[in-house]
């Protein structure tokens, strides 16, 4: 079974949320850079790569005891710098062409393993096997059922004192004029296309979203940068642990 897309080409229509990430797999340079940033700048967008490193490290207490998690792990720049920093990394990634990419990027690098995220959220890793995660323009893309999946998920994966960072939308000056843009394409785009909109849930829902998983903000750890906002969650002890 087959529908036309608004550019006039047959493709079959997906039965499963996982058949729309198609959308993450791309087959050349210009292609892999749109799904990474939009229209950012290459140079601007390494940039930013580069700068979020400190970031991390600080935000999430790396050290080379911890076993550390990236969803949305990309082509792998960020991989290869924190590796070094940490016992293990493990990338996971919806899209097979940006997991293969990474593989490429971190090759050599000893500590990096690999998984391919399907319609599992993580279900097929092991229970309390990590420290800390992060997902950079991830969650930014997801809607409210995806976003608790993952949560859901990332509890259950991290040791209790773990962390997480992610970043989503809320409305700001930088992302209200794009809010409007995607409002202007929604009518009559694929459903394809739709899986690669952005999200606007705001503070509050991913707020009430990370309560329903488990998860608790770590104090003072948002930070609002127009309307993109970067947050830290930690899975609390467990009941009748010692502090």
């Known amino acids: ?110 500590n990096v393993e690999y998984h391919h995220i399907r319609n599992d959220y993580l279900a097929g890793l092991p229970d309390a096997s990590f420290d800390a995660g992060f997902a950079l323009n991830v969650f930014i893309h997801l809607n409210a059922f995806e976003v608790f999946l993952y949560l859901r998920e990332i509890r259950r994966v991290l040791r209790p004192g773990g962390r997480f960072l992610f970043n989503y939308l809320d409305f700001g000056d930088v992302t209200r004029p794009q809010f409007h843009e995607y409002v202007a394409s929604y009518p009559g785009a694929h459903p394809v296309a739709v899986k690669g909109f952005m999200s606007w849930l705001g503070s509050d829902v991913v707020g009430k979203l990370a309560a329903e998983a488990g998860l608790t903000p770590v104090p003072g750890s948002l930070v609002d940068q127009g309307g993109v906002c970067f947050l830290t969650l930690r899975r609390d002890e467990e009941e009748g642990a010692s502090a």
């Not at 993450?24 to 700048?41: I, K, N, S, T």
């Open 1 to 110: 079974m087959t529908s036309e897309t608004p550019a006039g080409k047959g493709v079959r229509m997906p039965r499963s949320v996982e058949d729309l990430n198609v959308v993450w797999e791309w087959d050349d340079a210009e292609g892999m850079q749109v799904r990474l940033a939009g229209y950012q700048p290459r140079d601007e967008y390494l940039r930013d790569r580069a700068e979020r490193i400190g970031q991390l490290s600080e935000a999430l207490a790396l050290h080379q005891g911890v076993d550390l998690f990236e969803i949305g792990s990309g082509e792998g720049v960020m991989a290869r710098e924190l590796a070094p920093r940490v016992n293990s990394l493990l990338c996971a990634d919806v899209s097979q062409s940006f997991l293969d990419k990474t593989r490429a990027t971190c090759a050599g690098v000893p």
